[in-house]
C-alpha cells in the first residue's frame, strides 16, 4: 500500500473552518491596512538601483546575517523561522491535497517531507522557543522588555506546536498508523498515550477537541500578527529593502528654500521607510545594546525612541512629534550609528534623529548649550572651536607646506579639518601626517586660510541651512582648486567631502591618510619599521562603520612594527568615542562616553590606543587619562615616530 | 512697548592677537565680523522686551558695509526695521556717534527703551549710552542683566561688584546690557534668516565731525613670561604654583 494519510481524519464538518478563515483574512487585511495608512502618510524617495537592495535583502533578511551576529539567539531565531517556513509549506501542502485534489499526501514524499521533515522542523521550533523564552525570563537581559505580548507570542507558537504533535499522536494512537516511526515525535507521544490506557473513543473525542483549538488558536495567532510586532515577519524585509544600501550613505538634503517645514515634527514630514522602520522593530534591543548614549545613562535609548514614535503614529498621528520626543533624547545621540549597524532589520535611526533636530534647531532655534556656540563659530568665523588662539595655518608653522594659490595647479590636497587646524592635540597629528607626506616627496598643498568647516557638526546639530551654506562654499571652492586627490585625516571631514557632499555637485577622489598611509606602505614608498609597542586601535565610527575602512588603519600599525591587541569591539562594532553628532563640544556629565571606551581600551593591557580622528583623539586621550592607561596617539604619528629615520624617498 | 537695540559688529574678539593689524584708525585683518557680545546682549534684551510687551523693536548700527551682519541678525530676531548710519568704517568718537545715533533714532520716530551694549567689543569706551542718555535727556541703567515689562515700565536687574542690584525704571530709558544668563542672544529660526536676507536694511547718511579722541596707533603690550615646569608629585605642583602664585601677584595668599 502506498503511504498515505487521510486528510481531515476524524473531523466532520471540517468545511465550517472556512468561517474562522474568512474572519481571519478580513481581521488580518484591516491591520495590514492600519499600517499601510500611516506609512502612506510619508514622504516618497526615489529607490536608485534595485541590484544592492535586493543583495542586502537576501543577506539580511534570507540568510538572517545579522540576526546570527549573536549565536544563541540568533541561531534559534534562524531555527525558528526555518521551522515556521517548513510548516507552512507543510500546510500549503494538504492544503493542494484536500482543497484543489492534487494526490501529493503520499508516497515518500509524504514519509520524509510531511512527516518526517515537518517533525524536525516542529521540534526545532519548540526548542527555539524555549530557548527565547528562557533568555527572556531567565537570563533577563536589559535590552528585552517583559511586558504581557513579549510573552504571549512565543508562548501561543509554543502552545501551537505543542498540539499539533498531540493531534499527531492521537492519530497515530488511534488508526496505528503503519508509517506513523516516521513522525517520530508524534510516535513516541503515541506510545505515551498507549501507557496510559486511554481508550480510542476517548483519543477520538479529544483529537476532534483538540483539532479545533489548534486550528482557532493558530487562526488567531494569524490574525493578531498585524497588530503584534510579529508582523516584522512582512516589515523587516520591507525596511531593509528600503534601507539605504551602501554604508556610507548619509542624510538627504532638502531643499530649504522650498519646503513647508524645516526638518521633521510630524509623521508626514518622515520618509515612508522612516514609518516602515517603526512597524519593521522586534525589540529584541540590540540598538539599545550597542548606544553609547544608553550605556552612559543618556536619556536615549534607540529601541525606545522607535517605539515612542510608533507608539505616536498610531494614536495620534496628526499630532507633532514634540509629543512623543524630547529635547534631551534627540540631542543624547551621537549619530554613531552602532544602533544601525546592530538592527537586523535595517532600522535607521540617526536620519529619523537628525530630521527631528533639523525642526528643533532651524524652526525654533533649540539647540543644546556648547553645540550652538560651536555652530555660531561656523557661521561667524567658519570652524567650531571657539576661544582657539590657532590661525587656519599656525599648525604647519615651519614645515614647508604650501597654501594653495588661485590658478595653480594642485596633485594632493591636503584637508586639514577644523580639529587639525585649531586643536592644538589634532595639531600636532596634523604635522606628523604632514611630515610623512613631505618626506615621501609628495607635492602637498594644503587650502590654509581658504579652509572652513566643512559642515558636518552643523549639519549633524540640525543646522542644515548653514551646513548646505557651507557646503556650498566648500565644493565650489575645491571644484576651483581641482587637486588630483584630496587627504584628510578626519573621518567627518571624509564622509562629507567624499560621501554627503555629492549631493551638492561633489566628485573628488578623497581618501583617509590611513588609506593614503598604509597604500605607500604597500608600495614600498615608505619602509616598514619593526620593534614596535603594543597598541590597541580605536575604530572612529566616521571611518569604520560609516566608510567601511577597518583594515587600512591596522596595516598602518602592522607597518610601524606595532604589535596589535583587539578590544572586544572593533571594526564595525567599534564603540564611539562620544564626540559625534556634536558631542565634542559639549559639557557632558558621567558616566561619560570616553571613559567607557577608554576603558575597554585600558583593559587590553597595550601601551599605546591608536586611532585615526582628531575628535577620538582627544576624547581617547582624556578618557584613557582619567582611566590611568597608556598613551594615545593617531596613527600618523605612531608611524611618523616608528619610520621618519628610515623613509624611503621617491 | 517699542524698543531700539543700537548693534556693531566688531573683528571677531576670539581671533588670535597676531591676526589682526592697525592701520590708519581701523583694526584688519583676514578675520570674520561678527556681532559685539555685549551689543548681542542688548539685541536679547530687546527682543525680550519687545515680546513680553507684544511691541516691536528696531535695530540700528553706525559704520561701513561690514556693521551689516548685525542688523541681518537683529532682522532674524524679528528686528521690525534696520538701519546703518553709513560712516566710514574704523574708530569713531563716542560723542559723535552718540549724536548720530541719537539722530537716527530720532527718524525712526524714537522708542521707550534704547538699549546698547555695556561697551563695544573693540575699542572698549564704554561711554556711549550715558552720552546718548545725556543728549536725549534721559535715565540711563548700565550693566543690565535681565528686564522685565512692569506696567508701564520695567524691572531690571543690574550687574555691580560680588552681586547684583534690582529696581524699577519708567520709560522712556536707556539701558546698558551686560552679559548674564538672562542676557545670552538666542539662535534665530531658519526662516528668518532666510526671510532677513531678503528684507532692505535702510540708509542713513552719517557725518563725522572730526572733533574728540582719535586713534593714531594701536599696539598689544607683550606682557608673557616663559613658562617654568613645576615638578614633584601633585602636592609638590600644587604647592609650588601656589608659591608661584604669591610672587607673582603680591597681597594674595595670605598665610604659608
Known amino acids: 500500500m502506498t503511504p498515505h494519510r487521510v486528510v481531515y481524519w476524524n473531523i466532520p464538518g471540517h468545511a465550517w473552518m472556512y468561517l474562522p478563515f474568512a474572519i481571519l483574512v478580513i481581521v488580518f487585511g484591516y491591520g495590514v491596512y492600519r499600517r499601510y495608512r500611516v506609512w502612506s502618510i510619508g514622504q516618497r524617495r526615489p529607490l536608485g538601483p534595485l541590484r544592492p537592495r535586493l543583495g542586502r535583502l537576501l543577506r539580511h533578511a534570507g540568510l538572517q546575517s545579522r540576526v546570527v551576529k549573536r549565536r544563541m539567539q540568533g541561531y534559534a531565531h534562524v531555527a525558528l523561522a526555518v521551522a515556521f517556513g517548513l510548516l507552512f509549506i507543510g500546510t500549503l501542502v494538504v492544503m493542494l491535497n484536500s482543497d484543489f485534489g492534487l494526490p501529493v499526501m503520499q508516497g515518500a514524499f509524504y514519509l520524509w517531507f510531511e512527516s518526517f521533515t515537518l517533525d524536525v522542523a516542529g521540534l526545532a521550533g519548540i526548542i527555539a522557543l524555549c530557548v527565547f523564552l528562557w533568555r527572556r525570563y531567565g537570563l533577563k537581559p536589559k535590552g528585552l522588555s517583559r511586558q504581557w505580548p513579549d510573552f504571549f507570542v512565543p508562548f501561543s507558537l509554543l502552545v501551537i506546536l505543542i498540539t499539533g ?45 483538540l483539532w479545533w483549538f489548534h486550528l482557532l488558536l493558530a487562526f488567531s ?77 543618556k536619556p536615549l535609548s534607540p529601541k525606545q525612541l522607535i517605539l515612542d514614535l510608533r507608539e505616536h503614529a498610531h494614536t495620534r498621528p496628526s499630532e507633532p512629534l514634540q509629543l512623543a520626543i524630547k529635547d534631551e533624547t534627540l540631542f543624547a545621540c551621537t549619530t554613531c550609528r552602532a544602533c544601525q549597524e546592530a538592527c537586523p532589520v535595517d532600522i535607521e535611526h540617526v536620519p529619523k534623529i537628525v530630521a527631528m533636530r533639523r525642526f528643533r534647531a532651524m524652526e525654533e532655534g533649540e539647540i543644546p548649550a556648547g553645540l550652538a556656540e560651536a555652530v555660531q563659530g561656523i557661521e561667524e568665523r567658519g570652524h567650531p572651536f571657539r576661544g582657539s588662539q590657532a590661525s587656519r595655518t599656525t599648525w604647519m608653522d615651519g614645515l614647508g ?250 | 512697548m517699542r524698543a531700539i537695540a543700537f548693534v556693531k559688529s566688531i573683528l571677531d574678539p576670539e581671533a588670535p592677537p597676531g591676526a589682526i593689524r592697525f592701520d590708519a584708525g581701523k583694526a584688519l585683518g583676514d578675520v570674520p565680523q561678527v556681532l559685539g557680545p555685549y551689543e548681542g546682549n542688548a539685541l536679547e534684551l530687546a527682543v525680550q522686551i519687545a515680546e513680553a510687551s507684544q511691541g ?37 568718537d563716542p560723542l559723535d556717534t552718540a549724536r548720530q545715533l541719537k539722530a537716527a533714532a530720532d527718524a525712526l520716530g524714537g522708542a521707550d527703551v534704547y538699549l546698547f551694549g555695556r561697551q563695544a567689543g573693540d575699542w572698549d569706551q564704554g561711554v556711549t549710552a550715558g552720552l546718548f542718555a545725556g543728549l536725549a535727556g534721559l535715565p540711563l541703567v548700565p550693566l543690565v542683566q535681565a528686564a522685565e515689562v512692569a506696567g508701564a515700565g520695567l524691572k531690571v536687574r543690574r550687574e555691580i561688584a560680588g ?54 596707533d594701536l599696539k598689544a603690550s607683550v606682557t608673557s613670561r616663559a613658562g617654568r615646569r613645576i615638578e614633584g608629585d601633585l602636592k609638590a605642583q600644587a604647592e609650588g604654583l601656589a608659591q608661584e602664585l604669591r610672587r607673582a601677584i603680591p597681597g594674595i595668599g595670605g598665610g604659608a
Open chain 1, 165 to 209: 504533535f498531540m493531534l499527531q499522536s492521537l492519530r497515530i494512537y488511534a488508526t496505528h498508523d503503519p508509517w506513523g516511526g516516521y513522525s517520530f515525535v508524534g510516535y513516541a507521544l503515541a506510545s505515551l498515550w498507549g501507557a496510559l490506557h486511554l481508550g480510542i473513543p476517548a483519543a477520538l473525542v479529544i483529537h476532534r477537541s
Open chain 1, 221 to 297: 495567532f494569524l490574525a493578531a500578527i498585524p497588530y503584534s510586532k510579529l508582523f516584522h515577519l512582512f516589515t523587516g524585509p520591507l525596511a531593509i529593502f528600503l534601507s539605504e544600501p551602501t554604508r556610507a550613505s548619509g542624510l538627504d538634503s532638502p531643499n530649504l528654500e522650498t519646503a513647508e517645514r524645516l526638518g521633521a515634527n510630524f509623521l508626514s514630514d518622515l520618509t515612508v521607510k522612516d514609518l516602515v522602520d517603526l512597524d519593521a522593530c522586534t525589540e529584541c534591543g540590540r540598538c539599545q545594546d550597542v548606544c553609547p548614549a544608553f550605556a552612559s545613562g
Open chain 1, 401 to 650: 607646506i604650501h597654501e594653495w594659490e588661485p590658478g595653480t595647479p594642485c596633485d594632493t590636497l591636503l584637508w586639514v579639518g577644523c580639529a587639525g587646524a585649531f586643536d592644538p592635540r589634532a595639531q600636532k597629528a596634523a604635522r606628523a601626517l604632514a611630515n610623512l607626506l613631505l618626506s615621501m616627496g609628495e607635492d602637498v598643498q594644503v587650502l590654509g586660510r581658504r579652509e572652513s568647516c566643512t559642515g558636518d557638526p552643523a549639519r549633524r546639530a540640525g543646522q542644515e541651512y548653514l551646513y548646505q551654506i557651507q557646503a556650498q562654499q566648500n565644493v565650489e571652492l575645491l571644484q576651483q582648486v581641482a587637486p588630483r586627490r584630496i587627504v584628510t585625516m578626519c573621518p567627518h571631514c571624509l564622509q562629507q567631502i567624499k560621501n554627503e557632499y555629492r549631493d551638492f555637485g561633489a566628485d573628488f577622489e578623497v581618501v583617509h591618510h590611513s588609506e593614503y598611509l598604509s597604500t605607500a606602505l604597500i608600495t614600498g614608498r615608505i619602509s616598514r619599521a619593526a620593534g614596535g609597542k603594543r597598541v590597541t586601535y580605536h575604530d572612529p565610527c566616521y571611518l569604520g562603520r560609516y566608510n567601511g575602512v577597518i583594515d587600512a588603519p591596522r596595516e598602518v600599525l602592522a607597518g610601524a612594527g606595532m604589535d596589535l591587541t583587539e578590544m572586544p569591539r572593533h571594526g564595525t562594532d567599534s564603540f564611539c568615542c562620544g564626540a559625534g553628532g556634536g558631542w565634542a563640544f559639549r559639557e557632558e556629565g558621567a558616566p561619560r562616553v570616553n571613559r567607557l571606551r577608554a576603558k575597554e581600551a585600558v583593559d587590553t593591557g597595550a601601551e599605546v590606543v591608536a586611532t585615526a580622528c582628531p575628535f577620538c583623539l582627544n576624547m581617547m586621550s582624556d578618557g584613557v587619562r582619567a582611566e590611568g592607561g597608556a598613551e594615545v596617539q593617531d596613527i600618523a604619528e605612531i608611524l611618523w615616530e616608528q619610520v621618519s629615520s628610515t623613509l624611503v624617498k621617491d
Open chain 2, 56 to 92: 516691536e523693536f528696531r535695530a540700528v548700527a553706525l559704520g561701513g558695509p561690514e556693521q551689516e551682519a548685525g542688523l541681518r541678525k537683529a532682522l532674524a530676531l524679528g528686528a521690525a526695521q534696520a538701519m546703518r548710519v553709513d560712516v566710514p568704517s574704523g574708530f569713531h
Open chain 2, 163 to 216: 552681586g547684583y542690584e534690582e529696581g524699577e525704571i519708567a520709560v522712556p530709558c536707556v539701558l546698558s546690557a551686560s552679559n548674564g544668563p538672562g542676557t545670552l542672544l538666542r539662535l534665530p529660526k531658519v526662516k528668518d534668516v532666510m526671510l532677513a536676507n531678503r528684507k532692505p536694511i535702510e540708509l542713513r547718511a552719517g557725518a563725522q565731525s572730526g572733533a574728540g579722541f582719535r586713534v593714531s
